[in-house]
């Protein structure tokens, strides 16, 4: 009979620093620093075992698993969706995720959370809105709590639809692990860097960085800087993709092998009064457990969380005249059934050089079918002078009138038409996109954050209009 081997040595990850190293040991825990200490690509079938041996091979189900572990699945699109969309991952973990007490109703809850948008919890308007950014707490606030919803769409009962929330948090989540079971959340922090462990292994994600944590994954979130501010979107029922680079080739726009995954990592110890925080249906869920969910030694499959270096974007636009849609800027997309309509578009908005000729550079006035929710990651934005500073949001809904601030506008005819290539620097802004029309949740429309002179921004744009065919005009 075959013999079981056992888990009798102790595990030790060497990470290797390349430049400075960062301090990364906390509670015995060493979170990777550079992009060497994760896997790369984007979609691939990725495989990793913390133990040489752990996964098994040539089966995913083997009666008796490599060193005693149990095999457990998680499936991120049904069983049967066609084999370009299959998303699943099988863990080899040391005891399986079952292995709990009874879910309960959290005490306390996050009341400012939702995952349904209606009457009960949400207003509609199409007016322009833009919020300050939200102060950091002083009192002790970790990821989950710290956590709230701003508008959305859709249902996540009904698998189709978005929520937009922020964050602002101070202290890591501790003896605990929270599990989306909504949909997929995509991270912009903002402020202070995520040390965020996960069943795949540990992700470091910093300001300028996003992570995507896909529907189902038990995640942690330390937070070794403190204070710490940030975006997330949530989708329900798609996925992100890559998108299609069309005329583009095959190159450019982010690149798949800059996506980076976590390596397993596990942890053995128990951990007495555990718990498992469960988002479901836009309301939290606790069980209590005496072990942590971080006991995958080694895993494989293509659905997982990773990290991604906005500063590797590669920007493609105008190298002539007029000014390109924001589309051009998409990282990464979550499709509907409709061709080329996106549930959700992450947009970004790097340094760049602008050249173009007789060309009106900002951004153009505009009125979209599409609801556009901006941030800012650090710097200006090229369509605001005042106002949109880093850790706040704008809101620009379906049809919803918006474009530069009379302070841009003037000055950038005052430029006139001589400005020659210049490069905007040091700056990161981002749009969420969605063809569906978001409801704002009401605690964000009575917030004082709410900045009620926001139009006042536009009101100065007077009309330069004349008779005299083509006075000013210095269009070709
Ligand atoms: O500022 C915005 O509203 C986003 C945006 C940017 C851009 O370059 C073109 C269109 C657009 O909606
Ligand atoms: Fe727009």
Redesign the pocket.
């Known amino acids: 009979m075959e013999k079981i081997p056992h888990l009798d040595h102790h595990h030790h990850h060497h990470y290797h620093h390349r430049e400075q190293p960062v301090p990364t040991k906390r509670n015995g825990r060493d979170f990777p620093s550079d992009d060497g200490d994760y896997q790369s690509g984007f979609g691939n079938s990725f495989e990793s075992e913390a133990i040489s041996g752990a996964l098994p091979r040539g089966q995913n189900s083997p009666l008796l698993c490599p060193y005693g572990l149990y095999a457990e699945q998680l499936s991120g699109s049904s069983f049967t969706s066609p084999r370009k969309l299959n998303q699943r991952s099988w863990f080899y973990r040391i005891k399986p995720s079952v292995t709990h007490e009874p879910f309960k109703p959290r005490i306390p809850s996050n009341e400012k959370l939702a995952s349904e948008f209606d009457k009960t919890n949400s207003r509609t308007t199409p007016t322009q809105l833009r919020w300050k950014p939200m102060e950091i707490p002083d009192s002790p606030t970790d990821f989950v709590d710290g956590l709230y919803t701003v508008c959305g769409a859709g249902s996540s009962f009904l698998r189709h639809g978005f929520a937009i929330h922020m964050y602002t948090a101070n202290k890591s989540m501790d003896n605990c692990a929270f599990c989306n079971a909504d949909g997929d959340f995509l991270i912009v922090p903002q402020k202070g860097r995520l040390w965020i462990t996960t069943e795949c292994g540990k992700l470091q994600v910093t300001p300028g960085e996003i992570v995507v944590l896909p529907q189902g994954f038990r995640f942690a979130v330390d937070l070794p800087d403190g204070p710490s501010r940030g975006y997330a979107c949530e989708i329900f029922g798609t996925h992100f993709q890559l998108p299609d680079l069309g005329p583009i080739g095959g190159n450019g726009l982010a690149a798949p092998r800059d996506f980076l995954v976590p390596k397993a990592w596990f942890e053995e110890a128990s951990r007495p009064g555990y718990t498992i925080i469960q988002k479901f249906g836009g309301e939290l869920f606790t069980a209590k457990q005496d072990f942590s969910p971080f006991n995958v030694v080694a895993w494989h499959g293509n659905y997982v969380p990773y990290k991604y270096d906005l500063k590797k974007f590669c920007p493609y636009n105008t190298v002539l005249f007029d000014?390109s849609?924001?589309s051009i800027n998409t990282v990464l997309t979550a499709p509907t059934d409709k061709p080329g309509v996106a549930l959700l578009d992450f947009v970004i908005?790097p340094s760049r050089w602008v050249v173009a000729e007789h060309t009106f550079r900002p951004?153009?006035y505009?009125r979209?079918c599409m609801s556009?929710f901006?941030g800012l990651i650090y710097g200006g934005y090229e369509?605001k002078a005042d106002g949109f500073i880093p850790g706040a949001a704008s809101l620009?809904s379906c049809m919803t009138p918006?474009g530069p601030d009379t302070k841009t506008y003037e000055a950038t005819i005052a430029r006139g038409n001589d400005a020659g290539p210049y490069k905007i620097t040091d700056t990161m802004a981002f749009?969420f996109e969605s063809c569906l029309i978001p409801r704002i949740c009401s605690w964000a429309v009575e917030s004082p954050l709410l900045d009620a002179d926001y139009y006042q921004c536009w009101l100065g744009l007077k009309s330069h209009f004349s008779h005299e065919a083509d006075v000013k005009s210095n269009s070709v």
């Open positions: 000014h849609d924001p908005f951004p153009y505009h979209n556009e901006m369509a620009h918006h749009m």
